[in-house]
């Protein structure tokens, strides 16, 4: 049950076919659903769109968006299967939405190399590009096993559960603002620079704050219990916002590489998949 939500609740410990079709039909989970499957098929074309743009095969500027891309198809499709079986039985929920944590995580891993790999300057870069990396990859482990561990042993609407959760994201936009945040210092005091051609990332860190807001707040429907219970619910806010945030990342890196020339990180395509495997991997052994 859900804060707000009073009614269109699907049954539970019905049969596998029960839940596939109520994909089509409606009850509080259906714009849920549907705001991820689209969100799945929005971000895979944009994946394809900046495939005619660069070569994934050989232009290693690319590779960052690529590996984030590929973290967030990862978790909107674990978080589409989520939202469709979580109805069936307790086991079943606490299965799905578990591996919806691994996948909220590897988005949150994309993020960081995007911030490692194209939105920092070249003398931060060089001088933090180890220690964060191996920072960005253990505090998503950390953060998958924050969510999960609250999941199971914190009430499910408790505040305390709520605040946990948002705090560790927050916590981990101070780490991704690492590699970033220097930026802002050194182009405050360069008169030749403007805060302008941080804007796209300014956007960015309105839209994480937007985020958190979204799956926290429980508004609008703490408000008018009821009335938002098929439409306009926070959790649909959420997953919108997260699209649209996914969105504007890919959009900001191709910006970055485009108009600053960002091209220091030169990083390995098979070490970044390999990382993001063997945290995909590790995430799924503590959850065992």
């Not at 039985?89 to 909220?104: C, E, K, M, Q, R």
Request: with cysteine.
């Amino acid at each position: 049950r859900e804060p707000g939500i009073l009614k269109g609740y699907r049954l539970t410990n019905q049969s596998l076919f029960y839940y596939a079709k109520s994909i089509f039909y409606i009850h509080n989970e259906t714009f849920n659903i549907w705001t991820h499957l689209i969100a799945f098929f929005i971000l895979w074309s944009t994946l394809a769109r900046y495939a005619f743009i660069y070569d994934f095969w050989t232009d290693k500027r690319s590779w960052p968006i690529l590996v984030f891309c590929i973290c967030c198809l990862v978790s909107t499709g674990v978080s589409t299967i989520a939202h469709i079986w979580h109805s069936k039985s307790p086991n079943i929920h606490y299965t799905v939405f578990l591996f919806d944590y691994v996948g909220a995580s590897l988005y949150g891993f994309g993020s960081g190399i995007l911030a490692l790999y194209t939105f920092s300057d070249d003398k931060t870069y060089e001088n933090v590009e180890a220690p964060t990396f191996i920072l960005i990859w253990f505090y998503a482990w950390f953060d998958c096993l924050t969510m999960c561990a609250t999941k199971v042993f914190l009430d499910e609407n408790s505040l305390k559960r709520k605040c946990s959760v948002v705090g560790v994201f927050i916590l981990y936009g101070f780490v991704v603002t690492i590699p970033v945040g220097h930026r802002y210092w050194t182009c405050y005091y360069d008169i030749n620079c403007s805060l302008t051609s941080l804007n796209y990332i300014s956007v960015l860190y309105l839209m994480f704050v937007l985020q958190g807001f979204t799956f926290g707040s429980h508004l609008p429907e703490l408000i008018l219990p009821g009335a938002f219970d098929i439409l306009g619910q926070s959790h649909q806010w959420f997953h919108i916002v997260s699209t649209a945030t996914q969105v504007l990342q890919i959009h900001t890196a191709h910006f970055e590489i485009t108009h600053r020339k960002s091209n220091h990180g030169n990083p390995d395509l098979n070490f970044l998949i390999l990382a993001t495997l063997l945290l995909a991997i590790c995430q799924i052994i503590s959850l065992l």
